[in-house]
C-alpha cells in the first residue's frame, strides 16, 4: 500500500504528490541528520524534531549579539527586553491572541501550576475535567481539593475516546449553587489524538464555566485562532511545536479573566512595588506578573524563528500531511494479521481519520489473542533505532478506559500495595496495562512508517 492509494480523485493524488516531494525536500535539507545516523524518530507527540536553519539563525543571533538581563535599562538588557518582546509579539499574532496576554513559562506543565495556584479555588468552587486529561491537567485537583473546592472527572466514550456528549452536557449544568466553576480539557489527546470539539469552549463558559483549554498536543499540526475560540487559559509548550528550544512554553490568559488569577506569593520581575520594613507589595498589571525571576531571555527569541519557520510551510499544509500520514499507518497496522488469521494489532480510538492528530495508541497481540506487554515492544524497537513510546503517557484515566480497570480494582492495587509504581502494576494487573504510542510529524517519509510496520510484522506474525 502507498499513501497515494488513499486517493482516488486525479487532483488530489497530484496534490499528494506535489506535497509529498515538498516534504521530502524538506527532510533532506533540515532532518537529514535522521538518516546520517540511521535512526527512525516516531515520537513527535514527545517532542517534535528542530530544523537544521533554526539552529543556524539562533546560533547567528548569539554569536553577533551582547545580551544582558532583560531586568534593566542598559543597552544590552534593552536589546534583549526587544527580542523577547518581539518573541512575544509573534506569539499572539500566530494564534490570533491579540485579546490575551503571553506569559513565557518553562514549559507547559509550568503553566498549568500557575492555573492551579491561582485560580481562586475556595469551598464555592467546583473543578470539571476530562478523563482524559495529561497529568499536568489532572493534577490541578490538588490544588482546588486543598482549597476546599469540589471536582469530577468526566468519561468520554471507550468505544471512540471522543467527548462523550450527553454526559459532558448533563454535569456543566450541575452545581447551579457553585460561584466559581473550572473545566478543564485538552484539545487534543495527548494518547489517543483525538480532538475534541472546541465548541464545548463556548458551551461551557455560556454555562457560567470558565475554560481552560490544554492545547500542547494540538498546536503541532493544527490552527488554533483565539478568536473563534476563545478560552479563559491555553497552555502549551514550544518544543512540540517546532523541537527547539527545549524549556519554553506558554500561558496565555485572557485578559478579562487576568485578574481572577490570584498569584499567591511575589518574586523578582512580578512586582511593581516591595516593602520589607512594610508588609506590602504590588504585583504587575500585566504577563510580567507570573514570569518569576529571570525569564529565558537567550533562548526565547528562537520561538519567532521556530513559528516563522511553521509559517513558510503552513500549519494547514502540516495538518494535511499529518492526516495522510496518520491514516496509512493506522491502515496498515489494522490490516496485519498473524497467520491463524488472528489479528496483530488493537488499535484504540476512532476508527476514522477526521478530527484526529498524528498520534496512533495500540497494542501487539500474540497469535492466541494474548497482549505482548508495551515495554517489551519498546525494548524490541530500541534494537532498531526506533524511536517509540510506551506506557501510560501521563494520561491514567484513558489507560483505565481502554483496559477496563476499575475503581474496585485501583482501590485493591493500592491497598494491597506497599510501593506503588509501574512494575508493580504491571504484576497486579497481570500485564494489562499501557500501550504503545507512535506518532508522526513534519520530517515522517512513509518509508519510516514501512519500516516501523515491518518491525512489527518481523517480530510478532506467528
Known amino acids: 500500500m502507498n499513501v497515494l492509494n488513499l486517493f482516488k480523485s486525479k487532483e488530489k493524488r497530484q496534490n499528494c504528490i506535489e506535497d509529498e516531494n515538498f516534504f521530502l525536500g524538506l527532510y533532506q535539507t533540515e532532518y537529514s541528520r535522521l538518516t546520517e545516523q540511521n535512526q527512525v524518530y516516531l515520537d513527535y507527540t514527545g517532542g517534535g524534531l528542530y530544523a537544521a536553519s533554526q539552529i543556524l539563525k539562533h546560533q547567528t543571533y548569539l554569536l553577533n549579539h551582547v545580551l544582558g538581563n532583560p531586568h534593566s535599562s542598559n543597552p544590552t538588557s534593552k536589546l534583549s527586553t526587544e527580542r523577547v518582546e518581539e518573541a512575544r509579539q509573534a506569539v499572539i499574532e500566530y494564534f490570533n491572541a491579540d485579546d490575551y496576554f503571553c506569559v513565557f513559562t518553562p514549559n507547559a506543565s509550568g503553566a498549568l501550576k500557575i492555573i492551579g495556584e491561582s485560580y481562586p479555588f475556595s469551598k464555592e468552587a467546583h473543578f470539571t475535567l476530562l478523563m482524559d486529561n495529561h497529568n499536568s491537567v489532572n493534577g490541578i485537583r490538588e490544588f482546588a481539593d486543598k482549597k476546599g473546592a469540589s471536582f469530577e472527572f468526566v468519561d468520554v466514550n471507550d468505544s471512540d475516546l471522543t467527548i462523550n456528549e450527553e454526559l459532558l452536557e448533563k454535569r456543566l449544568k450541575a452545581y447551579p449553587d457553585k460561584k466559581i466553576k473550572l473545566f478543564g480539557f485538552p484539545a487534543q489527546s495527548n494518547v489517543s489524538g483525538v480532538k475534541h470539539d472546541l465548541t464545548w469552549v463556548k458551551i461551557a463558559k455560556d454555562q457560567g464555566w470558565d475554560v481552560l483549554l490544554d492545547a500542547a498536543a494540538f498546536v503541532p499540526t493544527s490552527k488554533l485562532d483565539l478568536k473563534e475560540v476563545q478560552p479563559c487559559f491555553v497552555t502549551m509548550s514550544f518544543y512540540k511545536i517546532f523541537g527547539y528550544p527545549t524549556g519554553l512554553g506558554c500561558l496565555l490568559i485572557r485578559k478579562d479573566k487576568f485578574e481572577k488569577l490570584l498569584k499567591p506569593w511575589f518574586a523578582g520581575g512580578t512586582v511593581s512595588m516591595v516593602s520589607n520594613v ?23 527569541p528562537a520561538v519567532k524563528i521556530g513559528l516563522d519557520y511553521i509559517q513558510t510551510i503552513g500549519i494547514e499544509r502540516i495538518s494535511k500531511r499529518i492526516y495522510n500520514l496518520r491514516t496509512y499507518l493506522c491502515q496498515s497496522l489494522r490490516e496485519l494479521k498473524h497467520h491463524n488469521g488472528e489479528d496483530m494489532i488493537t488499535v484504540y480510538g476512532p476508527t476514522t481519520h477526521d478530527s484526529i492528530g498524528g498520534t496512533v495508541i495500540f497494542n501487539v497481540k500474540d497469535n492466541l489473542g494474548k497482549m505482548i506487554p508495551f515495554y517489551h515492544v519498546e525494548q524490541a524497537a530500541n534494537q532498531l533505532n526506533i524511536s517509540i513510546r510506551s506506557g501510560c503517557f501521563c494520561n491514567p484515566g484513558l489507560d483505565e478506559i481502554n483496559h477496563h480497570v476499575s475503581a474496585c480494582e485501583i482501590d485493591s492495587f493500592y491497598e494491597h500495595t506497599e510501593n506503588p509504581n509501574i512494575e508493580s502494576a504491571l504484576t497486579f494487573f497481570s500485564n494489562k496495562r499501557g500501550a504503545v504510542r507512535v506518532s508522526v510529524g513534519i520530517p515522517t517519509r512513509q518509508v519510516d512508517l514501512d519500516k516501523f510496520i515491518e518491525f512489527i510484522r518481523a517480530t510478532y506474525q506467528k
Request: proline share 0%.
Open 278 to 300: 512594610v508588609n506590602r507589595f504590588y504585583l504587575m498589571k500585566n504577563h510580567e506578573r507570573f514570569e518569576d525571576g529571570t525569564i529565558n531571555y537567550l533562548d526565547i
